[in-house]
């Protein structure tokens, strides 16, 4: 894009963002290690107005940072992606959505480094228990993950994999049921 165009555009979304920018800075602590994962300049107000300005994902995810009350008023403004539904307790600094349209997650608890792609749902089982994730855990398109079970740290779950099984620290799942088909950097293929 042209850089006087580029220029254009942020300056009337910084208009319109005002609220956003100084809800940014009283919580620039919390925000920071995501909006480092989305934008290629860094953490700063620059960064933010940039991101929030393209990104709707990372909407939800400030949001949810800022507070269901608090972003009530002004969701308005900077509308987030309306089918990307977060309800965690706690989420971990250094979260990524990726295109992530029609995701549910709803776990225990998510940790630091999470990057999640579209279509994957984190949920609970028929007796309510839901899934806790590990740091620097990455799911791609599709997945789903459900019940009361534990992903361990470092781990990737493939495109269409179903996890319903504790899943170990530094591996790769895939498949439906999902089975481990590396771990600690070697091909395998066991069952969870």
Known sequence: MNPYTQAAILSVSTLRMLPHIVLYLLHKKEIDADLEKYSSDGRGVRAFIKVATRQRVFRNLFYYRLGEYTSVFIKWMLPPERTLHIWCPEIGEGCHFE????????????????????????????????PVIGDDVSIYTGATVFGGIRVGNHVVIGAGSVVRRDVPDNCTVAGN??????????????PL
């Not at 225990?108 to 749902?121: A, K």
């Not at 049921?177 to 066991?190: L, S």
């Open 99 to 130: 295109h992530n349209y029609a995701t549910y997650l709803n776990a225990e608890r998510i940790g630091r480094n999470f990057y999640c792609l579209q279509l994957v749902t984190l949920g609970n089982d028929a007796q309510g228990r839901r």
């Open 177 to 190: 049921p999902a089975r481990i088909v590396r771990m600690n950097g070697e091909k395998t293929n066991i």
